[in-house]
């Protein structure tokens, strides 16, 4: 069933949606959540007459399954670009699937992505929170003198980045020689 019941209109309509989504995905690596979360914002400030919500995520489906299909969005790839930067970042693996969750990520994908940094890493998520700890100067960051008065505070900012209780203690209890060796490992 058309939404837009002259055709030449219904042509329009989807070409200036695919122009849309050409644009974006030029400035921005999407998935296609997120693209189609933008397309349809972009369409409802156009204020077309297309009548329901529905045969809007119609026609936005389509447009998004012909970018599939001509390979400008994969989910697969954007999910192994995204969470190879934010490991690089020094997020958790915990906060590397949240995130990609949030970005309306399969979870398939987002399993064989996280397999792959297990896969290529030793240990990432020690050396995420070594990032951490040196990108906030916490833990072992701090002056000898002040670490036992903010040891409950670090290890909270650790716990909020998703690394375990466990790995924490461990990487607040590391002695500032070695954290140096750590860093420049990294």
Request: charged residues 35%.
């Amino acid at each position: 069933m058309n939404p837009i019941k002259n055709k030449k209109d219904l042509e329009a309509t989807i070409d200036e949606i695919r122009n849309f989504a050409y644009s974006y995905l030029e400035k921005y690596s999407s998935s296609k959540q997120q693209l189609k979360t933008h397309l349809f914002k972009k369409i409802i400030k156009k204020k077309y007459r297309i009548s329901s919500k529905k045969e809007i995520f119609n026609l936005i489906d389509s447009v998004i399954a012909t970018l599939v299909d001509q390979k400008f969005l994969s989910d697969r790839y954007y999910s192994d670009a995204k969470s190879k930067a934010f490991l690089r970042r020094g997020y958790s693996l915990n906060k590397i699937r949240y995130n990609l969750i949030k970005k309306g990520i399969n979870e398939k994908y987002i399993k064989a992505s996280i397999s792959k940094i297990k896969e290529n890493e030793s240990d990432p998520d020690f050396f995420s929170a070594i990032k951490l700890c040196k990108r906030r100067r916490i833990g072992p960051s701090r002056e000898e003198n002040n670490r036992p008065l903010f040891y409950k505070n670090d290890i909270s900012i650790l716990a909020r980045s998703g690394f375990s209780y466990e790995l924490s203690k461990k990487v607040l209890e590391i002695p500032k020689q070695e954290f140096i060796k750590f860093c420049k490992m990294i």
